[in-house]
């Protein structure tokens, strides 16, 4: 059963051409917005000819592909490879300009945890323990996000019905919770690197992602 939401509205938005290191442009219509319930400054980002791709899921075609993506500075600006968040990101922006759709940017650095509760889950991680263990060592939640700005997003910009591009099965159900008619989701490629292997394991042994590693050798 979904529950009622406060209602968010659009507070700015504004043209930003965007450019990644490996050469990759395109240009983006980035939302702020007023009254997100947990007061973070959540961003959306409509790339491709996202108004048209809203337009033709409510007039009942293909669900607008949506991508939400967790804020990671290590990984999406410094380019980590103890995580595969950068390269997802790149991945979501190409793909998701193709149809039009949007890229929901959530401030939610170390699965809800913050910036400096995921450097010292880092430190736990050094010494053994996965990502998960390490929150949790913490006396943290081993994945503290909510998706309730994103639903709130989603509603402003009248994108109600979605497919999302995730491997992780909990943003589809929080937000089918959240009153969002979630279609489908699309699997992300696989990033892999010798630093994030044990990383993505963890997603799939312990928080169920659809990331298929009987690939890797």
């Not at 600006?77 to 190409?94: H, K, N, T, W, Y």
Request: negative net charge; proline residues 5%.
């Amino acid at each position: 059963m979904s529950r009622a939401l406060p209602s968010a509205t659009v507070r700015t938005q504004v043209t930003v051409p965007l450019r990644f290191s490996d050469g990759y442009a395109t240009t983006a219509r980035v939302f702020s917005f007023h009254g997100l319930s947990d007061g973070g400054e959540h961003l959306a980002f409509g790339v491709g000819d996202w108004a048209a791709a809203l337009d033709r899921a409510a007039a009942g075609g293909p669900p607008a592909l949506v991508r939400p993506h967790s804020e990671c500075l290590t990984g999406d600006v410094f380019g980590s490879q103890r995580c595969d968040c950068g390269p997802q990101l790149r991945e979501a922006v190409e793909r998701i300009a193709e149809p039009g759709g949007l890229v929901l940017y959530l401030r939610q650095e170390g699965r809800g945890i913050g910036l400096y509760a995921k450097l010292d889950a880092y430190a736990l991680q050094d010494s053994g323990l996965d990502t998960y263990e390490a929150n949790l060592a913490l006396g943290r939640g081993a994945d503290e996000r909510d998706y309730t700005v994103a639903a709130q997003m989603l509603l402003a910009l009248g994108a109600d019905r979605v497919a999302l591009l995730t491997n992780n099965p909990d943003k589809a159900e929080q937000l089918r919770r959240l009153g969002i008619e979630v279609v489908g989701r699309v699997p992300t490629a696989l990033h892999l690197s010798p630093a994030n292997a044990g990383y993505l394991a963890a997603k799939v042994s312990r928080a169920a992602h659809t990331i298929d590693l009987s690939v890797v050798p």
